[in-house]
């Protein structure tokens, strides 16, 4: 069954601290791999997308790796902001034709001052 | 540009009413798509339109719920009658294309959904 585990659930930082969000992933085969934030009482905005043969997309203080090998990807926020309160979710696209979109059940993130 | 629209934004009704919730994509977007967020998870697919077409409309429970989306533009999903079990948030999302980098997903606000 295909599916996308995000850990942690949830993190609370520090301002100006950096973090790592995880995403593993059994989809199969593989598309495309989205990284989105949800502000509470919002819809989701696509921060980064990699593809099979991309190791790293960077977006501002977000960086994006994956491991196409391993089926792992991380987000990288570096220096922190308040504003980074949100929710990380990891989304995976099948490369099956089918367009399917496999969505992670995604990280909450806390940035404390 | 605008992004995506939805309204309303919130709604509450008793159970085995009916509901509607309507969708603006971005203009030129073909892809359309209706999800559902409960609390604490990840947006669950229940229909996708490419221009006026359903084409993945697996994961839509048939026997409550329905979509349209005349002319390929704007979309309504209704629900009737309500359960207590449909409380969440409703998204709408487009996307200029189906997949690929292309395809990325442009999300509307969303509607939560209460049903009593």
């Known amino acids: 069954k295909n599916q996308v585990e995000q850990s942690p659930q949830s993190l609370i930082i520090l301002e100006g601290k950096n973090c790592t969000l995880q995403?593993?992933?059994?989809?199969?085969?593989?598309?495309?791999l989205r990284w989105y934030k949800q502000d509470t009482g919002r819809g989701p905005v696509s921060l980064t997308i990699?593809?099979?043969?991309?190791n790293t997309k960077s977006n501002g203080r977000y960086t994006a790796t994956l491991d196409a090998d391993t089926k792992q990807s991380s987000l990288h926020i570096t220096a922190s902001q308040l504003s980074d309160s949100a929710s990380y979710i990891c989304?995976?696209?099948?490369?099956?034709?089918?367009?399917?979109?496999?969505f992670g059940t995604g990280t909450r993130l806390k940035v404390l001052a | 540009e605008a992004g995506v629209v939805q309204s309303p934004r919130y709604k509450i009704i008793e159970k085995k009413q009916p509901v509607a919730f309507w969708c603006n994509p971005i203009?030129?977007?073909?892809?359309l798509y209706w999800y559902r967020q409960n609390l604490g998870q990840g947006p669950e697919l229940l229909i996708r339109?490419?221009?006026?077409?359903?084409?993945?409309d697996s994961q839509l429970p048939k026997d409550r719920f329905s979509a349209e989306r005349l002319k390929g533009v704007d979309s309504t999903l209704k629900i009737q009658p309500a359960e207590l079990g449909d409380s969440a948030v409703y998204l709408c999302?487009?996307?200029?294309?189906?997949?690929?980098?292309?395809?990325?997903?442009?999300f509307g606000p969303g509607t939560r959904l209460l049903v009593l």
């Open positions: 989304v995976v696209s099948e490369g099956s034709g089918t367009y399917k979109y496999i």
């Open positions: 339109y490419e221009n006026e077409e359903a084409v993945d």
């Open positions: 999302a487009s996307s200029l294309v189906t997949g690929g980098p292309l395809g990325t997903q442009y």
């Open positions: 203009s030129g977007h073909n892809t």
């Open positions: 990699m593809t099979f043969s991309e």
């Open positions: 995403c593993n992933y059994t989809v199969s085969p593989f598309s495309n």
